[in-house]
């Protein structure tokens, strides 16, 4: 059985990082060829820094639920509610490579393991979605491409959020 | 942003779950169907409860004209995608190539009508699957959401973040303004490298404030009780009954015309 053990203040970190998740849609104002690249670097780094932060288990599958009630009521820009779906499943991916790295989110290699699992579950499950539920035509070279375009700009942005993350921790602890 | 509008509409006065049984029909029906007519009327019908809903609708002038781009893109990948298809065994007629001449791997991508009225049709549903659930959080007042999830049974704790992020959005986008004109008064010119020592400071911001959060939480007790009460309360009555049944009798008018493909 999963058991949350989160103290107010991990709550509190969490709805921070939960926020600067919401804010993310604004990146689309940079056009559907470069948002992907801005959307994956910044999800990337947000998800690894809040799982080096507040450093417990099931971080990232709380932020992951509570991402995807929020997207189920506020629909996404395009592909509507059922894109909701990606972040509880990537999510699932990135907590289950975090899972095994103790302490939680401190092993740069599982943390760059868990995240690409999340770019391409990501793209993975909205691909399908379009395809499957909506009956968008989708040639293979366009989802070939965000295959690559997703995992690894996830991978950046999780990179770039390990070395962030460790240095926000001491900041947050020493105030 | 999509955010609670103030009204005393009669969807605003409606309990938030028949609001959702509405979406979930209108989406459903919208997935299921590929008639024109149909989907005409789902949007027709979402129209119309945007208008009920009393939402100023030129204040969303962005979410539709993203809407009207979203339409276009899908029109235009659908009628090159469609018939390029491997399974597609239907006819092929081109108007014209995008590309002037065959590129490897992507081809010629060219513009075909039965491309363009699967483009159409895909659009539509698109619009329909976006406009119904819209309504929601623009006649519910995070107030009323959070005693949905109440009665849903979710976890005190869950609910707290839920409420807590969706108080932290206006001021994450009020830290990051702050952040970048302290930058753009520091320089001329800001480019990609101010990007990182922002985001870090939006995030020790964003964190401090939280941690003060918290501690206010503990001075109030917070969760010190296991039973909470509310002084708002949510009930689904006459008016629910009766706005559900209508969106069960659409989505029914719906499946019975879902065999007519394309009108």
């Known amino acids: ?175 | 942003m999509i955010e609670y509008v103030n009204s005393n509409s009669p969807l605003h006065r409606l309990d938030p779950r028949s609001k959702i049984i509405f979406v979930l029909c209108i989406m459903a029906a919208a997935i299921l169907t590929s008639s024109y007519i149909m989907l005409s009327f789902l949007i027709i019908v979402s129209a119309i409860v945007w208008i009920i809903a009393d939402v100023p609708i030129k204040k969303f002038k962005p979410v539709f004209l993203v809407l009207l781009v979203f339409v276009l893109m899908g029109m235009l990948t659908q009628a090159v995608f469609y018939t390029d298809r491997p399974d597609y065994t239907g006819s092929k007629t081109v108007l014209f190539n995008i590309m002037p001449y065959n590129v490897p791997v992507i081809g010629s991508l060219p513009v075909t009508v039965e491309g363009l009225k699967y483009g159409l049709v895909f659009s539509m549903r698109m619009v329909a699957v976006l406009l119904a659930p819209m309504i929601v959080p623009l006649t519910t007042h995070p107030s009323d959401m959070i005693l949905v999830l109440r009665s849903m049974r979710f976890p005190e704790w869950m609910i707290l973040l839920l409420t807590m992020s969706i108080r932290f959005i206006p001021l994450t986008f009020q830290n990051f303004n702050t952040i970048r004109n302290a930058q753009k008064l520091r320089k001329i010119k800001t480019g990609y490298k101010d990007l990182i020592p922002l985001m870090e400071t939006l995030l020790i911001t964003s964190l401090k404030t939280s941690k003060q959060m918290a501690l206010s939480l503990e001075t109030k007790a917070f969760g010190y009780s296991s039973k909470r009460t509310s002084l708002k309360t949510i009930k689904f009555g006459k008016n629910d009954v009766i706005f559900s049944l209508f969106s069960f009798i659409v989505l029914g008018i719906v499946l019975l015309n879902t065999g007519a493909a394309y009108g």
């Open chain 1, 1 to 175: 059985m999963v058991k949350f053990d989160f103290t107010k203040r991990d709550i509190a970190m969490m709805a921070a990082f939960l926020a600067l998740m919401m804010v993310a849609e604004a990146i689309w104002i940079l056009g559907s060829v470069f948002a992907p690249f801005g959307i994956g670097i910044y999800y990337g780094a947000v998800l690894i820094i809040a799982a080096i932060v507040i450093g417990k288990r099931y971080t990232i599958l709380t932020l992951g639920i509570a991402k995807t009630i929020i997207m189920l009521l506020i629909p996404d820009t395009y592909g509507g509610s059922l894109a909701a779906i990606c972040y509880l499943i990537g999510a699932i991916v990135l907590e289950s490579a975090l899972y095994l790295s103790e302490p939680y989110a401190e092993n740069l290699k599982t943390d760059l393991l868990g995240i690409l699992g999340y770019g391409i579950i990501y793209w993975g499950v909205y691909a399908a979605i379009l395809t499957m539920v909506y009956g968008m035509a989708l040639p293979q070279w366009a989802i070939i491409i965000g295959f690559v375009v997703y995992p690894g700009s996830f991978l950046l942005g999780g990179f770039l959020g390990y070395k962030l993350g460790n240095k926000v921790k001491n900041v947050i602890e020493s105030v």
